[in-house]
């Protein structure tokens, strides 16, 4: 089972990157920001708190996140392996994912992070923001302070995939198929 970890800041590209890689690896796709969007849609107690921290430019705490993605990861255990985009976030995150993960008998096979510059990823968000409709999108404030919130929570998780020597950063700059032929590499050597 192929495990993919695929990270970065808002606007690195993950949810294009990881909708093209599991139709080439056939695995799963577990969108963090997808099963915020469908729990608030459905307005289920989990959607309804992750709601209001999303709307701040806040991360979602880890007991929220963990209780949504471990619900879609039951019951989809039967896959050839999983994307994550947009989790884990955090040290305890991480820790948890894989503790999940060793109950299916599996772990984590690579953490690809798509480096891009700041400004390109405001630039990235405040175009999707345009016709996405979402208000996280739309602010260059929101949109800053998540940046500066990635910066600042989640650095520390590449040193720990690091230790586990599975840690690979990719230039997310460029047009998608270049992107994704760096991706692709790096899969293919796991």
């Known amino acids: ?25 056939d695995l799963f796709h577990i969108s963090t920001g997808d099963v915020f969007r469908n729990n608030i849609k ?34 989809n255990k039967h896959v050839n392996g999983f994307i994550f985009d947009g989790f884990p976030r955090t040290e305890s995150q991480a820790i948890a994912l894989e503790q999940l993960l060793l109950k299916f008998n599996t772990s984590i096979s690579a953490m690809i992070a798509l480096e891009v510059d700041d400004e390109i990823l405001i630039n990235r968000l405040l175009e999707r923001g345009k016709g996405s409709g979402r208000a996280d999108d739309s602010n260059r404030e929101i949109i800053e302070n998540r940046i500066k919130e990635y910066y600042a929570k989640t650095a520390i998780l590449k040193t720990f995939y690091q230790r586990k020597n599975c840690y690979y950063g990719v230039d997310g700059i460029g047009a998608i198929e270049d992107i994704t032929f760096r991706i692709i590499d790096v899969i293919n050597k796991l």
């Open 42 to 75: 459905n307005n289920t107690e989990l959607g309804l708190l992750a709601k209001g921290f999303m709307n701040k430019g806040e991360l979602v705490p880890d007991e929220i996140t963990i209780k949504m993605l471990s619900e879609v990861v039951e019951k």
């Open 1 to 25: 089972m192929k495990n993919i970890v695929l990270f970065g800041p808002p606007g690195a590209g993950k949810g294009t990157q990881a909708e093209i890689i599991k139709l080439k690896y």
